[in-house]
């Protein structure tokens, strides 16, 4: 609770950012870590915005400060949407993400390479991994890729990722929530930049 009352405390004192316009307060706070300051990313692969604005929130992440941790947490929308959240959450299970995020997003942005399958996906991330190979990657095949789309553990962070929409109550994405407490948007901060300066403020 320190660190929300924290966070509320250094928000009320931002000049340029008011609660209800730049930003809005989460009616019931999202539990966080208790050490560190989380700013979460919703987000999906199939959106533009946040293929744009993908890069320049690592950078930001880079330059911030050091009890800041950046988490993603992909929007299941609709059926779209929750294949590239399953997506999200094999790669990450299967411990190759460095080598899947950004080429997901620019396969579908700037490939238009139809991927609107499990089975598309799990090839595209094999070939991945054949391509440049992680270290301590737990799968390296098509076959291992689809069993983790169908295990319990992605299902149930997909069925997390939901509850966790409702309770950020975001609508669209890229959304930004800071420390479990607010939620910025593109539209709420006018820009992707904006919801940066938010998330410092």
């Known amino acids: 609770g320190a660190a929300l009352a924290a966070a509320g405390s250094l928000a009320a004192d931002e000049g340029p950012f008011e609660e209800g316009t730049h930003y809005h307060r989460l009616p019931v706070p999202v539990a966080t870590a208790a050490d560190a300051v989380t700013v979460t990313e919703f987000f999906s692969y199939a959106c533009g915005h946040c293929f744009q604005f993908d890069p320049e929130l690592d950078h930001w992440a880079e330059g911030t400060a050091e009890d800041v941790v950046l ?10 949407y929750e294949l590239l959240a399953e997506a999200y959450y094999v790669a990450r299970a299967c411990k190759v993400l460095p080598v899947t995020h950004t080429p997901l997003f620019r396969a ?36 291992d890729f689809l069993k983790t789309f169908k295990s319990f553990g992605v299902r149930s962070a997909i069925n997390q990722s939901k509850s966790r929409a409702k309770a950020y109550q975001a609508r669209g994405v890229p959304a930004l929530i800071i420390d479990g407490a607010f939620r910025t948007d593109g539209q709420s901060a006018g820009s992707n930049e904006g919801m940066l300066q938010v998330a410092d403020a």
Not at 71 to 80: I, K, Q, T
Not at 118 to 141: L, Y
């Open 71 to 80: 988490e993603r947490v992909p929007a299941a929308f609709s059926p779209l």
């Open 108 to 143: 579908l942005h700037l490939e238009r390479k139809p991927l609107r399958s499990q089975e598309a996906i799990a090839r595209f991330f094999a070939d991945k991994v054949d391509e440049t190979p992680v270290p301590g990657a737990s799968c390296t095949t098509e076959e």
